[in-house]
């Protein structure tokens, strides 16, 4: 069935790289999603990447997709306390597969932790 | 141009009564998406509408529901509210540019049932 997994917590001190993974279930995924959710708000389209690649960087961001093992990580360099949030990681759902998900199955979203 | 805006930022409501949720979408994004957001269920898929029809339904009960006016903006009711339906929804719209199905999120609407 669908599934996306995370783990639920991670904690690091400021300026180490965080690792955060994912694993999907869904093969024919066109594009995999971070979002990051901060207290109170409403997700944020944090990156992407499409499922053609392998790696995608943006700025402190890097997004490493293993479609063999269905895994996609996010690093985050240089980790600040404003990176504390949770981060879920999404995949495209299928348009030909069961509608009553929606566009986009979430993880259950994983709490980075940044200790100053 | 402006975000996906949503309001009200905060409803308190007793169980029993019926609430609107109103969202309206990133100028020209004609998909509009809800999800019920809570610590134990995390993101639950509620409705999509698109040009004014709901294209896909999660599972939840009939009590909750929705529409689409032809602006793109959209509404959700519950009706008969519960306990249970204490949580933060949220609404996301997208452009629908074929294969890249990016939602954009506003802040949520944050429902407490007493």
């Known amino acids: 069935g669908e599934d996306v997994e995370q783990s639920l917590f991670l904690s690091v001190r400021e300026g180490d790289s965080s690792v955060i993974n994912c694993t999907y279930t869904d093969s024919s995924s066109t594009y995999l999603y971070w979002y990051k959710q901060e207290p109170g708000a409403g997700l944020q389209l944090l990156t992407y990447?499409?499922?053609?690649?392998d790696m995608k960087q943006d700025q402190r961001l890097t997004v490493l997709l293993n479609k063999k093992d269905k895994h996609l990580s996010l690093r985050i360099a240089d980790t600040q306390t404003g990176d504390s949030a949770i981060y879920f990681c999404?995949?495209?759902?299928?348009?030909?597969?069961?509608?009553?998900?929606?566009?986009?199955?979430f993880g259950q979203g994983t709490t980075l932790q940044v200790k100053p | 141009k402006a975000g996906v805006t949503q309001t009200p930022r905060y409803l308190i409501k007793t169980r029993g009564q019926q609430v609107t949720l109103s969202c309206s979408p990133i100028?020209?994004?004609?998909?509009v998406s809800w999800y019920q957001q809570t610590p134990g269920q995390g993101l639950q898929f509620l409705f999509e509408?698109?040009?004014?029809?709901?294209?896909n339904k999660g599972n939840f009960p009939g009590r909750f529901s929705g529409r689409q006016f032809s602006n793109s903006r959209s509404e959700m009711n519950v009706s008969t509210l519960e306990l249970g339906d204490s949580a933060l929804y949220l609404c996301?719209?997208?452009?629908?540019?074929?294969?890249?199905?990016?939602?954009?999120f506003g802040s949520g609407t944050q429902l407490s049932v007493l």
């Open positions: 999404a995949e495209t759902l299928d348009s030909h597969g069961s509608s009553n998900t929606g566009k986009l199955i």
């Open positions: 990447i499409f499922s053609n690649m």
């Open positions: 100028s020209g994004h004609r998909s």
């Open positions: 509408y698109f040009s004014e029809t709901q294209r």
């Open positions: 996301a719209s997208s452009p629908l540019s074929g294969g890249d199905e990016k939602l954009f």
